[in-house]
């Protein structure tokens, strides 16, 4: 009995794998195996042989299970310490620089847009795309039957839910957000409020969904020449040059008393735009002193404060800072434009950092 304890422990011992120990397990342990054999023959045993061959055969069963199961742990440890010192990781490698995507330039114009009117005390304002039309028009000085309201291809909503719920159309602006963020914030304040806005057009220069970024500066003494100001500095920041020269256009819009459309000053060089120079004039964006009518829909009295607000389409400015023809690209998801005129979302805009790296 001895020689077989002997020969599993050294069998045991010698087993390479947790596949060795298993296989030595069945071989004795198993329902066919020697030790379990042995055990069965026990019953054909006298009793008083039985007595002492009994308790000896179950504690060489024990020892060698004992064995088998210390082995496997072993084995498992080793195994493991092995397959760890296999699998090291060096972690102070610097990464590959993979490339999965880009931002798109519409997200990097509004990080820059961002960036520049945050150094300038302005915090970001948002509001919904699906607003009343009492937003969207009413609280601008837009009434009903106005002219603007039709000019503005405005998408409607279907009138769901209560019967008296407000009419809702996809917001054609983000001038709805002066007075929400009026309403919000009260004055002094300093907002800028990009987002998508939406009207039935679409040609080179439209598409039905497109975005704008508003700014408004309430408080006791602002003017036209902060508005100026801001709007100079804005624009020297965001096309990244030194000379700029831009011109106030009078011009009509309800939500602002006076109203000002501004360009800016440039040439059309073989067909290459340049901004600062030249004797044509571009564009930007519409401006003016905020109309006391709207003010007063924000909550705030006008007889305190007044200031100026201005809209600006960012893909507008986009187009112009990158050279990009055609709007209805931007939306169409073709992954080699966006390649081509992606930025890397790694450079996050700053003013200190610089604006702009194309990838
Ligand atoms: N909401 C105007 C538009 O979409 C743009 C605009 C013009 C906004 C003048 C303003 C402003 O805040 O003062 O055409």
């Excluded at 002997?6 to 030595?24: G, V």
């Excluded at 114009?109 to 969207?136: K, L």
């Excluded at 503005?152 to 709805?176: A, E, I």
């Amino acid at each position: 009995m001895s020689d077989l304890k002997k020969k599993y422990l050294k069998l045991i011992a010698n087993a390479k794998d947790e596949a060795d120990i298993e296989s030595l397990r069945i071989q004795a342990l198993g329902k066919k195996g020697e030790i379990s054999l042995k055990m069965r023959e026990l019953g054909k045993m006298k009793p008083d042989e039985r007595k002492i061959a009994g308790p000896a055969l179950n504690k060489m069963k024990d020892e060698i299970s004992a064995a088998i199961s210390a082995k496997k742990m072993a084995l498992i440890d080793k195994a493991f310490d092995e397959r760890l010192r296999a699998e090291w990781l060096d972690v102070t490698l610097p990464c590959r620089t993979v490339r999965h995507g880009s931002l798109h330039p519409v997200s990097q114009v509004r990080e820059e847009v961002t960036a520049i009117f945050a150094e300038m005390g302005f915090s970001v304002a948002e509001g919904p795309q699906i607003e009343t039309d009492w937003y969207n028009f009413d609280a601008l000085n837009i009434p009903e039957h106005h002219s603007a309201r039709a000019e503005m291809d405005t998408f409607y909503l279907k009138q769901f839910g209560q019967k008296n719920n407000p009419p809702r159309v996809l917001r054609t602006h983000t001038s709805p957000v002066q007075i929400r963020a009026m309403e919000s914030f009260g004055a002094p304040l300093r907002v800028i409020c990009p987002g998508r806005v939406y009207r039935a057009d679409y040609d080179q220069t439209h598409t039905p969904m497109f975005h704008q970024v508003e700014g408004l500066a309430l408080d006791v003494d602002i003017s036209m020449a902060n508005l100026k100001w801001v709007l100079e500095e804005f624009t020297k920041a965001y096309f990244e040059i030194e000379k700029i020269d831009l011109r106030f256009r009078a011009s009509h819009f309800p939500f602002t008393e006076p109203s000002a459309e501004v360009d800016i000053r440039c040439s059309w060089e073989d067909g290459k735009l340049k901004l600062g120079e030249g004797d044509d004039w571009l564009e930007i964006l519409g401006s003016g002193m905020v109309h006391p009518k709207v003010i007063s829909a924000g909550g705030i009295d006008p007889d305190v404060y007044q200031g100026f607000a201005f809209g600006v389409g960012i893909d507008r400015i986009a187009m112009l800072k990158y050279g990009m023809p055609d709007l209805r690209a931007f939306f169409d998801s073709d992954l080699r434009w966006l390649r081509h005129y992606g930025f890397s979302y790694l450079d996050v805009p700053t003013l200190h950092g610089g604006l702009s790296r194309a990838v």
